[in-house]
């Protein structure tokens, strides 16, 4: 029987109601943490809170944080949100991308790209099972999907053992599956992989594909299965707003409404309205 874990405890899906497809609600990334860069630090419950109720306001009932360990992810901060605001909140299970890997990863007295490198493939997916199985971070609270990412054109040694390790957790646990993509590159490469492992691509949903907004790209994506996130609303410097209409556009002319999702992948200070950077926000 198909159900959603949360935060707060496995759901129905019909009870999810609208949904963020991607985003930040609290996290501390190491690394940039240890490069001192503030911007990415969403370290403020209180902040937070208050954006996700201009979600709320507008209707909105869950939102998937994309938020894996390598990226500073907080459970039990997460948690509270969830419970302080209604919202329900799908947490994050897996790896991020390579780049994020020279950051020490807590309680291993090490990097996560040492720990990666020291572990095997196998080691790898016992791990992320754990985070859906048992619980992420020390806690009891556990994920409901598992994530990988690859680099900017390229998918390095280790990630392609990471997510290759993911591939497995999924199939050990039927977690459905979340990938970064840099700048919208390495899509079917990622895609190609999945297919390879046994994976169905129906399970996947791509991150960050507006970043590369080729409508070529975007149907032979979609032509697998798999769904695509359009997260980067509202970021003009990447893109006007109607190059994006236009490539959602395409895709519902070609029938793959219902493998559309809209995130706002807000992870910045300066992108939310209530950390004192005047930014659009949640809502």
């Not at 009891?140 to 990630?159: P, Q």
């Not at 409404?257 to 910045?268: F, N, V």
């Amino acid at each position: 029987m198909s159900f959603i874990r949360t935060l707060t405890g496995d759901i129905d899906p019909s009870e999810l109601g609208l949904t963020y497809a991607h985003d930040h609600l609290f996290c501390i990334p190491p690394l940039w943490k240890e490069k001192k860069i503030d911007d990415f630090m969403i370290d403020d419950v209180e902040a937070s809170i208050k954006d996700v109720e201009l979600f709320t306001a507008q209707g909105g009932q869950a939102v998937y944080d994309a938020t894996a360990i390598d990226y500073g992810r907080d459970p039990t901060a997460l948690k509270t949100i969830s419970e302080r605001t209604g919202i329900k909140i799908i947490a994050t299970a897996g790896f991020n991308k390579a780049v994020m890997w020279p950051g020490q990863m807590a309680g291993t007295g090490g990097t996560f790209q040492q720990w990666i490198d020291g572990h095997s493939r196998a080691e790898i997916r016992d791990h992320v099972v754990g985070e859906v199985t048992t619980g992420m971070d020390g806690t009891n609270l556990r994920g409901g999907v598992v994530k990988f990412g690859t680099g900017y054109n390229t998918i390095s040694a280790s990630e392609d053992k990471v997510m290759r390790a993911v591939l497995d957790a999924h199939k050990q646990t039927g977690a459905p599956l979340h990938s970064h993509t840099e700048m919208g590159t390495m899509i079917l490469e990622q895609l190609a992989i999945v297919k390879a492992e046994g994976v169905d691509p129906t399970r996947l949903t791509i991150a960050h594909v507006d970043r590369n907004p080729d409508p070529w790209l975007h149907a032979k994506a979609a032509q697998s299965g798999a769904f695509l996130c359009f997260d980067g609303i509202s970021r003009v410097k990447y893109h006007p707003e109607s190059v994006l209409i236009d490539c959602i556009l395409q895709l519902v002319k070609r029938g793959h409404e219902q493998q559309l999702m809209i995130g706002g992948d807000i992870a910045r200070r300066t992108m939310y309205r209530n950390y004192g950077e005047g930014g659009l926000g949640l809502g």
